[in-house]
Structure formats: C-alpha cells, structure tokens
C-alpha cells in the first residue's frame, strides 16, 4: 500500500515516513499544500495523512479538490487540539477520519489500516483472499488449500494489487506507480517478468484462478470459467 504524507513540520513528517516504511507501506513526502495536492491527485495513494496548516494551500483545501477531482484515497486529517473547528469542516469535506497531534503511533497505524479495509475480501491485516486463494503478509506467501508458494518482496507487492482489486483491470502504468513510485522509470517488461513468475506459481497451486492479460493495457485477477 502506498501512503503520502503532506505534513510541513519536517521532523514530524521524516518521522512518520520511517514509521510507515517499517510497518510495509510505501511511502512519499511532502512538506507542503501544492506539492500535496500534485502528488494525491494521482490518484495511486491508498491512504493520505493530511496537516491542516500547511504553507502554499491548506489541508482543508487540498481535500476540497480532491474530492471535487474524484480521488478516492482514504484522508486522515492531522490536526492540532486547537483546531476542532477545522475537524469538523475536514469530515464534512469527505476525510475518512482524524488524528490529534502529538499521537500514538499504535494509534495512528491502526486508523489507516482501518481507513484502507473498504476493499477486496480482507479477512484481517495478515490475509486477503480471492476465492481459495490467500495472500499471506507475514509469510509472504500465496495459499490454496494445503499448498503454500513463497513470494519475492516484489511478487507480493504486485499481488497485493491484484487480489485487493479482482476482476478489474489493473494498467501497468498504474502498477508502475503503486509499486514503483510517482517517478519511477521502470519499464513494462519489468512488470511482464513479474506476472509470469506469478502466473507460474499460481498455475502450480490452483487451476481455477489466473491473472489475465487485457492486450495493451495490463491484468487482472480472474476465475477462470
Ligand atoms: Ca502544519
């Protein structure tokens, strides 16, 4: 999963970032509003921690274009306890939830993996599945039935996409991003080399799942019917 961080106290945000580098995610930093709403307008963030008082464009702001440009990431609002008001404001303009500074880190990574739990069919944070098959984060593994297949960092990244959103097409572009990064240059046979290490460790478990190729655009997660 892939966080922004949109903070300008920079100990703070640096901070952060680590925290949420050891606990898995990807993460980007940014230490102002326009840079914030540059990056999230991307679209590829799951989660977004989002200041208020941000200089250049305010975090309330931010939101408010977000969401008037469709962008579905899940917001926490970052908010000082003088700044009631401005919570109030930030959960009418489509936040998913807050968090009062100085917190919890406990506290903060349990209200992103709760903001994050809207898709795919996750049984619970060490598990998502598609039909029989799991996707194991502590093991970094792939299970179905009594089989179990190990899975390279990468592998599991590109998993993850695939079997939080099943039966869509997820574009390479997309995956790029995700996994990548914003700016990244890798190329599309990077992420063709990837599939097919996947496809042969599926097709080696289970005969009725398959990641498929829609031509010219990218992959999904299919029954095979
Ligand atoms: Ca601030």
Redesign the pocket.
């Known amino acids: 999963m892939r966080i922004l961080v949109v903070?300008?106290?920079v100990q703070l945000a640096d901070a952060l970032s680590e925290i949420l580098k050891r606990n898995k995610y990807f993460v980007d930093t940014v230490y102002d509003g326009i840079d914030g709403l540059d990056y999230a307008l991307s679209g590829v963030y799951d989660c977004i921690l989002l200041?208020?008082?941000?200089p250049k464009m305010n975090g309330l702001e931010v939101l408010r274009n977000l969401r008037q440009q469709k962008i579905k990431s899940s917001v926490i609002m970052?908010t000082?306890k003088s700044e009631i008001e401005d919570k109030i404001t930030g959960l009418d303009g489509g936040a998913d939830d807050y968090i009062t500074k100085p917190f919890n880190t406990s506290e903060l990574l349990a209200r992103i993996r709760a903001s994050t739990r809207r898709k795919g069919e996750i049984i619970d944070d060490n598990c998502i599945t598609f039909k029989n098959l799991k996707l194991m984060k502590t093991s970094c593994s792939l299970v179905y039935n009594e089989n179990d297949i190990k899975l390279s960092l990468k592998e599991y990244q590109i998993m993850e996409l695939l079997i939080s959103n099943p039966r869509q097409i997820l574009p390479k572009e997309r995956i790029i991003e995700k996994i990548w990064g914003y700016e990244s240059d890798v190329e599309y046979n990077n992420i063709e080399v990837y599939i097919s290490f996947l496809r042969k460790k599926i097709s080696t478990m289970c005969s009725d799942i398959q990641i498929k190729t829609a031509r010219g655009i990218g992959y999904s997660l299919e029954e095979v019917k």
């Open positions: 903070e300008d106290e200041d208020i008082m941000l970052l000082a």
